[in-house]
């Protein structure tokens, strides 16, 4: 053999040990690779007795060829030994016979809806098919909309109905008018200055009150916002829509009781509430035996209100109303504390899914 011949030898040798390596995925076959290629009567065990056969004046360089590649596919050897051997390698997973056709399929497991999610979700499509259009609006709130432009001035003691987590920044005149928004209802005012009216929006969202946590208040809970706009718009439009609501969510057979209340944003104020669907008004523990059950508040938009974002009040009305995500759920699945909407128990969770 010529040292040309020998050289091309060894190439082959290289290329078909490496191609038949990377088809290999069972401990056994990478054995019997090892056999036909290292060992005692193995290609390159071959190519390097080949040496001898060489003139002389080749056989150095040959020998350190040979041995070159037989240190090159030891070490690949060990790499693939030590991978296969591995239950985290693919190839081992994937390889032929390791692939168990009875084996149970593994769950995906799905998640669902938390329960003010769905509770929201349910609200919105009521006054969706009414006609209102669902949107959201900031968290982070200036003073000037959460309260100034809804009728409450500054150091007004309405502001007291609203416990407010204050935003520490300083803007540039000094003042710091950043709070979590205390309800949704400035998204009355962002939405009528963005457009001019008609206006039937819905408005879900997060609102904050600095206060302590009890089985009915939280800190941080959600507000659905309703507000339409129009001319001629009468509390007629406000009964009619709220007491549909009423019966959609709560049944049929619902009555809506609307009384005086005060909100400095609405003129006249109403508290909305619906007759117990417990005990159909008799009195019992879910409606603290009074027989009705107040579900929100809302009332006619309020001319200063009105005419504070440029809409004429000589022309137009509107009707409005805030209500309570969890207290909607509460009623509705029987939930007596809020305070497990918010506490990650999966127990009470799964329960909704
Ligand atoms: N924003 C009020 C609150 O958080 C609820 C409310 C009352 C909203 C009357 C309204 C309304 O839009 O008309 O207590």
């Not at 692939?99 to 593994?106: C, I």
């Not at 406000?238 to 003129?267: W, Y």
Request: hydrophobic share 35%; net charge neutral; charged share 25%.
């Amino acid at each position: 053999m010529d040292k040309k011949s020998y050289i091309e030898i060894r190439a082959q040798i290289e290329q078909k040990a490496l191609s038949t390596l990377s088809q290999i995925g069972t401990l056994d076959e990478l054995e019997s690779w090892r056999i036909d290629t290292l060992g005692r009567n193995g290609t390159v065990t071959g190519l390097l007795r080949g040496i001898s056969d060489l003139p002389v004046d080749g056989r150095k360089e040959a020998g350190s060829q040979a041995n070159s590649l037989k240190d090159v596919l030891t070490k690949k050897y060990e790499a693939y030994k030590a991978d296969i051997g591995s239950s985290a390698s693919i190839r081992t997973r994937n390889g032929p016979s390791f692939l168990d056709v009875t084996l149970p399929g593994r769950n995906i497991a799905l998640g669902s809806l938390h329960p003010t999610t769905a509770a929201v979700r349910e609200i919105c499509r009521v006054f969706e098919s009414m006609g209102f259009q669902t949107i959201e609006g900031p968290e982070v709130e200036l003073d000037t909309y959460n309260f100034q432009k809804l009728n409450i001035p500054k150091e007004h003691p309405a502001r007291d109905m609203w416990n407010s987590l204050w935003i520490d920044r300083e803007l540039a005149d000094g003042s710091r008018p950043l709070l979590l928004r205390t309800h949704t209802s400035p998204m009355q005012i962002r939405t009528m200055e963005s457009q001019p009216p008609p206006v039937r929006v819905v408005v879900p969202g997060k609102t904050y009150r600095y206060e302590a946590t009890d089985a009915t208040h939280e800190w941080q809970f959600c507000q659905i916002e309703g507000l339409a706009v129009d001319k001629d718009i009468t509390f007629a439009n406000l009964k009619a829509t709220l007491e549909e609501f009423a019966k959609r969510i709560f049944g049929d057979k619902r009555k809506a009781r609307f009384r005086c209340d005060f909100f400095p944003f609405v003129e006249p104020g109403a508290e909305v509430s619906i007759d117990c669907f417990k005990c159909e008004g008799n009195g019992c523990p879910v409606c603290g035996n009074t027989g009705w059950i107040e579900i929100m508040g809302a009332g006619m938009v309020h001319p200063k209100v009105l005419a504070g974002v440029g809409y004429d009040p000589e022309i137009y009305s509107g009707f409005a109303w805030g209500m309570g995500a969890e207290r909607i759920a509460m009623l509705k699945h029987g939930i007596d504390d809020i305070r497990h909407f918010y506490s990650n128990d999966m127990k009470f969770l799964k329960q909704f899914s």
